[in-house]
T-cell receptor, first 113, second 113 residues
C-alpha cells in the first residue's frame, strides 16, 4: 500500500483557473507538508500542518490555501493559477514535529498553459 | 538561516566507479542531516541520515559521516551501478522549534554501463 499518495499525478490547466491537489497518508503520522520543486529541481517548503493545525507558512501567496480535514489528509487549493505556479508539488508526512525522516508522495506535476 | 550547499551536477560516472557528492551546511546548534534520492518520475526517498556529530549513516552501499568540524555530510559509494542514476538531495533539519527540512539544490548522478 502506498504510504503517501497524491492525486492527480499530472495536472494541465490554463492561467486563471482554480485547481486542487489531494494528499493522503496511511502512516498514522501527525504532521504533513507541502513542498514545491521548480524546474531546476530546487525543493522548498510551502506549508506544514500538525494535527490539522497550520504550523508553517513560508510566505506563500494567499492564492494557495491548504486544508486539512483530518490528520491523514492535507489538500492544496490554488486560485487564479499563474505561469510561475508550474512546478512539481510534493506532499510529505512525518510522525510528529520532531526529527524523524519525512515520507514523500510521488509528486503532482502542474503545468500552466 | 539554515542552508545546504551541494556540488553542482550532473556527475557522470562509469559503472563501478567511486562516487562522492559533497554537501556542506550552515545551521545553528546541532541539526540532523539527511540524504534523499529521487529516481526519475518518483518522489523523494530517504537514503540515509545522521543525527549527531561523528554519526555515520549508511544504506544500499552509500555512506555519509556527520562532520561537525567541517560542517559537512558528503555522500560516498564505493562502486556505483546504473540503477543509482538519480538526483540526490542533502538536507538538514534544525533541532529547535517547528523546523522543516532545508534542502540543497540536488545533484544529478548519471551512471553509464
Amino acid at each position: 500500500d502506498t504510504a503517501v499518495s497524491q492525486t492527480p499525478k499530472y495536472l494541465v490547466t490554463q492561467m486563471g483557473n482554480d485547481k486542487s491537489i489531494k494528499c493522503e497518508q496511511n502512516l498514522g503520522h501527525d504532521t504533513m507538508y507541502w513542498y514545491k520543486q521548480d524546474s531546476k529541481k530546487f525543493l522548498k517548503i510551502m506549508f506544514s500542518y500538525n494535527n490539522k493545525e497550520l504550523i508553517i507558512n513560508e510566505t506563500v501567496p494567499n492564492r494557495f490555501s491548504p486544508k486539512s480535514p483530518d490528520k491523514a489528509h492535507l489538500n492544496l487549493h490554488i486560485n487564479s493559477l499563474e505561469l510561475g505556479d508550474s512546478a512539481v508539488y510534493f506532499c510529505a508526512s512525518s510522525p510528529n514535529l520532531g526529527n524523524q525522516p519525512q515520507h514523500f508522495g510521488d509528486g503532482t506535476r502542474l503545468s500552466i498553459l | 538561516g539554515d542552508s545546504v550547499t551541494q556540488m553542482e551536477g550532473p556527475v557522470t560516472l562509469s559503472e563501478e566507479a567511486f562516487l562522492t557528492i559533497n554537501c556542506t551546511y550552515t545551521a545553528t546548534g546541532y541539526p540532523s542531516l539527511f540524504w534523499y534520492v529521487q529516481y526519475p518520475g518518483e518522489g523523494l526517498q530517504l537514503l540515509l541520515k545522521a543525527t549527531k556529530a561523528d554519526d555515520k549513516g549508511s544504506n544500499k552501499g552509500f555512506e555519509a559521516t556527520y562532520r561537525k568540524e567541517t560542517t559537512s555530510f558528503h555522500l560516498e559509494k564505493g562502486s556505483v551501478q546504473v540503477s543509482d542514476s538519480a538526483v540526490y538531495f542533502c538536507a538538514l533539519r534544525s533541532n529547535s522549534g517547528y523546523s522543516t527540512l532545508t534542502f540543497g539544490k540536488g545533484t544529478m548522478l548519471l551512471v553509464s554501463p
